[in-house]
C-alpha cells in the first residue's frame, strides 16, 4: 500500500482532470512510466545509501533540482 501511495501522492497520478478518457489514460500510463523509471533509478543504488529507500519525490527534488542547477 506504500507503493501506491507514493505514486498517487509524489507522482500526483490520481489527477484525472481532462475531460477526454484518452487524455486521462495518457496521463495515467505516463505516470506509470514514471514511477517505473524512478524505482529503477532507486533499486540502482547501492545497498547501503540513503537514496536507496528515499521516497520519490525526495528523489525528484534532489535529483532534478540538481540536474537543472548544473544545466
Known amino acids: 500500500e506504500n ?3 507514493g505514486w498517487k501522492t509524489h507522482l500526483a497520478s ?3 482532470s481532462c475531460s477526454k478518457a ?3 489514460q495518457m496521463r495515467l500510463m505516463l505516470h506509470g ?3 517505473w523509471i524512478w524505482w529503477t533509478l532507486r533499486a540502482a543504488c547501492p545497498k ?3 537514496w536507496r529507500h528515499a521516497q520519490f519525490d525526495t528523489l525528484r527534488l534532489h535529483l532534478v533540482k540538481l540536474a537543472a ?3
Request: aromatic share 6%; hydrophobic share 30%.
Open 48 to 50: 547501503r545509501s540513503q
Open 14 to 16: 490520481d489527477r484525472t
Open 69 to 71: 542547477t548544473i544545466v
Open 33 to 35: 512510466c514514471a514511477y
Open 22 to 24: 484518452s487524455a486521462n
Open 3 to 5: 507503493h501506491i501511495k
